[in-house]
């Protein structure tokens, strides 16, 4: 069963973090939603409080738990992703590794901080286009090698789908679509 961290900070986008977690559990994927903060509720771009299953802490002191996926929602909640050099340390090691990143809307911007994207093809929200000079504006989702993006909140079902696709099958993304009447 594939794992997967999501990483929610105040602020982040409610869409964009839910439904792809959602389509991931749907697929039967293990999802460890992480608080940014000390507690365990995070509060989001639309005033929606999720209560997390663990914090980002609390997954390093037990010895930094390898994931397949790091997932990266964007939202207003971005900076806070990218000032906390956890974060950057986090996408480094899962980059190296040669696992999954997903960031969606003004989240890659935390893979570009990373150094991540130089020559890679991705997309982001378009407020942030102009720090990644090379933004696939266009695409809605984006995959190149073991990098996922994509736009934002309107993109979250195809992106959360992509996700499937990527950590499954395409089969399983199909049949989690057909159960979501999609």
Not at 18 to 41: Q, Y
Not at 77 to 100: E, F, K, N, T, Y
Not at 111 to 131: C, I, K, N, P, Q
Not at 151 to 176: I, N, Q, W
Request: hydrophobic share 45%; net charge negative; with cysteine.
């Amino acid at each position: 069963m594939p794992t997967v961290l999501a990483i929610l900070a105040e602020g982040f986008e409610e869409i964009e973090a839910t439904t792809p977690i959602d389509l991931l559990r749907r697929a039967g994927a293990e999802v460890t939603v992480a608080a940014l903060g000390d507690g365990i509720h995070v509060t989001g771009r639309s005033k929606l409080t999720l209560h997390a299953d663990t914090t980002l802490a609390a997954v390093e002191a037990a010895g930094g738990r390898e994931f397949d996926c790091v997932f990266l929602p964007g939202g207003p909640g971005v900076r806070h992703l990218r000032s906390d050099p956890r974060v950057r340390a986090l996408v480094l090691r899962q980059h190296a590794a040669g696992r999954w990143l997903a960031a969606i809307c003004a989240a890659p911007t935390v893979l570009h901080d990373a150094g991540l994207l130089a020559g890679r093809r991705y997309t982001a929200h378009f407020s942030v286009a102009s720090e990644l000079p090379d933004i696939l504006a266009g695409e809605r989702v984006v995959t190149d090698g073991h990098l996922l993006t994509s736009r934002g909140a309107g993109t979250a079902v195809e992106f959360g789908l992509l996700m499937v696709e990527k950590l499954f099958s395409a089969d399983a993304s199909r049949e989690v679509a057909r159960s979501i009447c999609l």
